[in-house]
């Protein structure tokens, strides 16, 4: 499966973002998906993940309250709806989709088998 995340961009802090991610090749509405985010000289961070039915969602502390994680299957794609945003999120995200179906909302990024390429938030203050 392909994904290709997109929505990235420059705002201002305070403000709101919703990242966007699609899979082509094949349905991934039998998998978690996760969104990471990077930034130069760290290494990758979790940020959210969503079940494969949807029923259950992970957040890391930092987001919490701020980023809500959501899926359309009829659309195969999966959302991250950012509000609140702050100069500390500015970052490379990337979506990923578990490596094996029917799982929960894991945080582990080894366990994500398939990576989109990576949008730019950029936050200013």
């Known amino acids: 499966v392909q994904l290709q995340a997109s929505g990235g961009g420059l705002v201002q802090a305070g403000g709101s973002l919703r990242l966007s991610c699609a899979a082509s090749?094949?349905?991934?509405?039998?998998?978690?998906v996760g969104w990471f985010r990077q930034v130069p000289g760290k290494e990758r961070e979790f940020v959210a993940a969503?079940?494969?039915?949807?029923?259950?969602?992970n957040y890391a502390d930092s987001v919490k309250g701020r980023f809500t994680i959501s899926r359309d299957g009829a659309k195969n794609t999966v959302y991250l709806q950012m509000n609140s945003l702050k100069p500390e999120d500015t970052a490379v995200y990337y979506c990923?989709?578990?490596?094996?179906?029917?799982?929960?909302?894991?945080?582990?990024?080894?366990?994500?088998?398939?990576w989109g390429q990576g949008t730019q938030v950029t936050v200013s203050s």
């Open positions: 990923a989709a578990d490596a094996v179906p029917y799982r929960g909302a894991t945080y582990r990024p080894r366990e994500y088998a398939y």
């Open positions: 090749g094949r349905t991934f509405s039998h998998n978690a």
């Open positions: 969503i079940s494969w039915s949807g029923g259950s969602t």
